[in-house]
C-alpha cells in the first residue's frame, strides 16, 4: 500500500516524509491554491535533494512548455494533471515523465470506466478525486462513493484521494481492487494549509502497514 502526501510547502517536511517510507510527495504548482509552492520551496534545493520518495508536481491545466519547466526547474519525477488535460498531452509528458491523471467524481458520474477510456495508452497512474461543488479543483475535505471504483476496470494503478482522515483506516485496508495502488491524503493530515501533521501521518504510515 502506497502513500502520496500532498500539498507539501516545506523541505524539511518532505525529509521526514523520505524517513517514513512514504512513496510521493505532491507540490502543488496551480497559483490559486493556498499550498502552492514556488517561492516556498527553493528550486536548487528541491532539484538536489536525494530522496528516495518520488516529487509529483500537481498541475491544473497548464501547458507542456510551463509543466517541462517546472520538472526541470525543481526536479520533479511525476506530473499530476488536475484539470481538463487531454490525452495527447498526457502522451506528450509521458515520453519525459511519469504521468498521474486524475479524474474528480461527482454524484453524477455512474461510469469510470466512460471517464479514462481515452487515457488508458497515455499515463502511468489514476488518482480519483472528490469533485468540488463550487468549480475548484480538489481539497473538498469529502469522499465520492468508492463502489463506482470497485465495480470499474480501471486495469492501471489508481490512487483514492478525497477526504481520507485516519478515520478512513479500516476503509483503506478494506477497499479490494486488482488495480488499487495507493492513497492521496492532504487537508485531513494538517496543522494548516501546506503544513502536515507529523504525528498523524505516522500514524497513517504504521497503521496501513
Not at 472528490?130 to 470499474?152: I, P, Q, R, Y
Not at 490512487?159 to 479490494?176: A, R, V
Not at 495507493?182 to 494548516?192: A, L, Y
Amino acid at each position: 500500500m502506497n502513500i502520496k502526501v500532498c500539498g507539501l510547502t516545506q523541505l524539511k517536511q518532505l525529509q521526514q516524509l523520505d524517513a517514513l517510507n512514504v512513496a510521493f510527495a505532491g507540490l502543488i504548482f496551480h497559483k490559486d491554491s493556498p499550498r502552492y509552492v514556488v517561492d516556498k520551496i527553493a528550486k536548487d534545493e528541491l532539484k538536489d535533494a536525494d530522496f528516495d520518495l518520488k516529487k509529483v508536481g500537481v498541475f491544473v491545466n497548464a501547458d507542456y512548455d510551463e509543466i517541462m519547466q517546472m520538472i526541470d526547474d525543481y526536479g520533479l519525477d511525476v506530473v499530476q494533471l488536475h484539470g481538463d488535460e487531454s490525452p495527447e498531452l498526457c502522451e506528450e509528458l509521458s515520453e519525459e515523465v511519469e504521468v498521474i491523471k486524475a479524474f474528480s467524481i461527482s454524484d453524477k458520474i455512474t461510469s469510470i470506466d466512460d471517464m479514462i477510456v481515452d487515457y488508458d495508452d497515455v499515463c502511468d497512474y489514476y488518482l480519483f478525486d472528490t469533485a468540488s461543488k463550487n468549480g475548484k479543483v480538489g481539497g473538498t475535505g469529502e469522499k465520492f462513493d468508492w463502489k463506482l471504483v470497485k465495480k470499474s476496470k480501471i486495469e492501471k494503478p489508481f490512487f483514492l484521494s478525497g477526504g481520507i482522515s485516519l478515520d478512513d483506516l479500516e476503509l483503506i485496508k478494506s477497499f479490494k481492487h486488482p488495480d488499487y495502488f495507493g492513497v492521496d491524503v492532504n487537508s485531513r493530515f494538517e496543522k494548516s494549509p501546506g503544513i502536515k501533521d507529523m504525528a498523524l501521518l505516522l500514524q497513517l504510515r504504521q497503521g496501513i502497514k
